[in-house]
């Protein structure tokens, strides 16, 4: 393992605001905490609960498979003490580490957690799989099962061009061992927070434990409500095969009087780049100011992927813009359809295309203090308070537990 010497605080005792945490929202306990993240590449979703997460345990130590974040990116984690896996030090793990995915299982359980009272996993791949002791408090936030092990195996391996062939069986051996770990792994956690209702349904389905739901956390006051909107559309997100750009981008080669705009960059970059047209602006990766400034001004936010939860459509819901949105997964629980914006039923460009003449014949319906309103419902705020009570009824629980066996066991030897 890999200990960042550049993310290690210079002197023991570091106080909260020395690493640059506000004191509101901590949890007070003395019991030493550890976050295990599957990894730190950029930042997303997923790294804004982490970022939550540590405002509610500050003093945390975070354990992962891969570190390439700067911390100028992700200010939160500076100061933090970061532990990376061994995985780390292989040249060229930074561009090509999801080829790693075989040594995940391995590299995630070589983790030594035993000086930790209390472990968060934040884990949609190997994160939950840590191995811990029974004394130790195992509380896995969950974003979604593994997708491209699970239910949207076909759906990856299709989209990559591997549906047969021999790479296709070596990948499906893989992926099929994968499974049967990730399955006999969940049973290492002590509890699981999905962080939708469909996740829910997918954490029993796939391994048969019941789960708490608790939404994700949107920082509301990073966006306020604009009630000017300019007549373009806005798509942006991690451009991976599953969040479904390329249908976005095709639409709307379809519809040459509606322009776009795409922000975000990933391994489908070229791709989406060679399939806009001239009413398509690509502008790549952009800072969060600039998707601000764009999720304030478009006349509505486009999102056609299946999705776990989803934490773009309500930031833009968050800034009065309605939301386009696949309607399965995560986006049936955040965009009330007719309301906030409007759910398409079927993942292609022909039910997106109408769903989009549909919000043009409807939009003079939309209320941006509505919209916003429903956007309040997932805030920050929200999210550390509902983790902090669930983790301490936890722990409280835990507290009778012991306090019960020992009460039983002195009076066994009392007779």
């Known amino acids: 393992m890999n200990r960042s010497n550049n993310h290690v605080p210079t002197a023991s ?64 984690l500076k100061g933090v003490n970061v532990t ?39 884990s949609s791949a190997v994160a939950k799989g840590v191995v811990t002791s029974p004394h130790q408090l195992h509380v896995c936030y969950c974003h979604s099962p593994m997708r491209y092990a699970w239910d949207l195996q076909e759906q990856y391996l299709k989209q990559l061009g591997l549906s047969t062939g021999v790479r296709s069986t070596m990948i499906r051996m893989v992926l099929h061992k994968l499974r049967i770990w990730d399955v006999i792994s969940s049973n290492r956690v002590d509890s699981f927070i999905a962080n ?23 920082d509301i006051d990073r966006f306020s409500l604009q009630s000017k909107k300019e007549n373009f559309y806005l798509a942006a997100s991690r ?12 639409a709307f080669r379809q519809m040459p009087d509606k322009k776009l705009v795409v922000i975000g960059d990933g391994p489908e ?11 398509v602006e690509i502008l790549g990766f952009q800072s969060d100011e600039v ?32 939301v386009i949105a ?41 209320n941006i203090a509505t919209i916003r309103q429903n956007a309040e419902g997932f805030s920050a705020d929200r999210f550390r308070a509902e983790i902090r009570r669930h983790v301490e009824a936890l722990q409280q629980k835990e507290t009778r537990h012991n306090r019960e066996s020992t009460r039983q066991l002195r009076d066994t030897n009392a007779i």
């Open 239 to 250: 451009q991976v095969p599953y969040k479904r750009i390329d249908l976005i981008v095709e």
């Open 196 to 218: 939708s209702s469909y996740i829910s349904r997918r954490i029993y389905k796939t391994y048969r434990r019941e789960s708490t739901v608790i939404h994700p956390p949107v």
């Open 269 to 279: 970059h070229k791709k989406i780049t060679a399939l806009a047209g001239d009413n």
């Open 84 to 122: 990376t896996s061994a995985l780390q030090k292989i040249p060229f793990a930074e561009k090509y580490y999801r080829n790693l995915l075989p040594f995940f299982p391995y590299a995630i359980e070589q983790f030594d957690l035993s000086d930790y009272d209390l472990i968060i996993s934040s």
């Open 13 to 76: 005792g570091k106080t909260n605001a020395a690493r640059g945490i506000p004191a509101p929202g901590k949890a007070s306990s003395n019991k030493k905490v550890a976050i295990v993240h599957d990894w730190l590449p950029v930042l997303g979703g997923a790294e804004k609960v982490l970022e939550q997460l540590l405002r509610v345990y500050p003093d945390a130590d975070i354990f992962t498979l891969f570190d390439f974040l700067s911390r100028d990116d992700a200010p939160f």
């Open 291 to 322: 998707l601000i400034d764009h999720l304030g001004r478009a006349k509505a936010f486009i999102f056609a992927a299946q999705e776990d939860f989803g934490i773009l459509p309500v930031e833009a819901q968050a800034c009065g813009t309605p």
């Open 326 to 366: 696949y309607g399965v997964g995560g986006a049936r629980e955040t965009v009330v359809d007719k309301s906030t914006g409007l759910l398409f039923e079927e993942q292609t460009v022909p039910s997106l295309i109408n769903a989009i003449q549909r919000f043009e014949r409807l939009s003079p319906n939309f």
